[in-house]
């Protein structure tokens, strides 16, 4: 596509609850990364891709989250049992190699959940 | 570990005026440092980057920034303010070893007023 993709844009969810939110990046972009934005925070690195293996889930808050990649396309932020403090904006960028050597990466315009 | 820190959280500029964003970073290498905008309701969008090479960096839109060692700074100006640069700002530094990691400022929310 022109752009990377997420859904949903916005979700509500009850307490305990599991979500998952999708992301579709740019064709041919073999990295791929999710990031959490916390109200009135900078971002939040959680996991990272390189085609359809993880070498980083290091940013990862705890083991209710996962995180997938399939075909070096889609990707599926999974959270099991929310908590309140899991509300915030998640967003997915991908990029065609590191940001170190194409300095760019293309985020999608986020996912907001909510945890009520 | 590198680390930014946007010094203001907020800035306010009239239309025509110039725009100053501060940021300070911490790494223990030569740094690859960015500056990504976040229009409302908008994906993240690279403003500008510096990887080593000129240390005054020209963006998009009229923005640049200038590399300063000495003062472990990555300010971003802008001469002259348009109603359109209003957003929200961040000072991003990738890490010396897992180069696809980066790390964000808290940001910085610029108005424009008429």
């Known amino acids: 596509g022109a752009g990377v993709s997420q859904s949903p844009s916005n979700k509500v969810t009850e307490k305990g609850k599991d979500v998952e939110l999708r992301c579709d990046p740019i064709?041919?972009?073999?990295?791929l990364y999710w990031y959490r934005q916390r109200l009135g925070q900078g971002l939040e690195f959680l996991i990272y891709?390189?085609?359809?293996?993880?070498?980083?889930k290091s940013g990862l808050p705890s083991d209710r989250f996962s995180a997938e990649r399939t075909g070096e396309s889609v990707s599926t932020l999974t959270i099991q049992r929310t908590q309140q403090e899991d509300s915030a904006v998640y967003l997915c960028?991908?990029?065609?190699?590191?940001?170190?050597?194409?300095?760019?990466?293309?985020f999608g315009e986020g996912s907001r959940l909510t945890v009520l | 570990a590198q680390s930014v820190t946007q010094l203001d959280s907020h800035v306010s500029v009239s239309e025509g005026t110039p725009v100053l964003l501060r940021c300070n970073y911490s790494?223990?290498?030569?740094?690859?440092l960015f500056w990504y905008v976040q229009h409302p309701n908008k994906g993240l969008q690279l403003l500008l980057k510096?990887?080593?090479?000129?240390?005054l960096v020209k963006g998009i839109n009229g923005f640049e920034a200038e590399f300063k060692k000495s003062e472990t700074s990555f300010h971003l100006t802008k001469p002259s303010a348009h109603m359109s640069d209003a957003a929200e700002y961040f000072c991003?530094?990738?890490?010396?070893?897992?180069?696809?990691?980066?790390?964000f400022g808290a940001g910085t929310t610029v108005t424009v007023r008429a």
């Open positions: 960028a991908s990029s065609l190699g590191s940001p170190k050597i194409t300095g760019e990466l293309f």
């Open positions: 064709s041919g972009h073999t990295a």
């Open positions: 891709f390189q085609g359809n293996s993880a070498p980083d």
């Open positions: 790494s223990s290498y030569s740094p690859s």
């Open positions: 510096y990887t080593s090479a000129a240390t």
């Open positions: 991003v530094v990738s890490d010396w070893v897992n180069d696809y990691k980066l790390s």
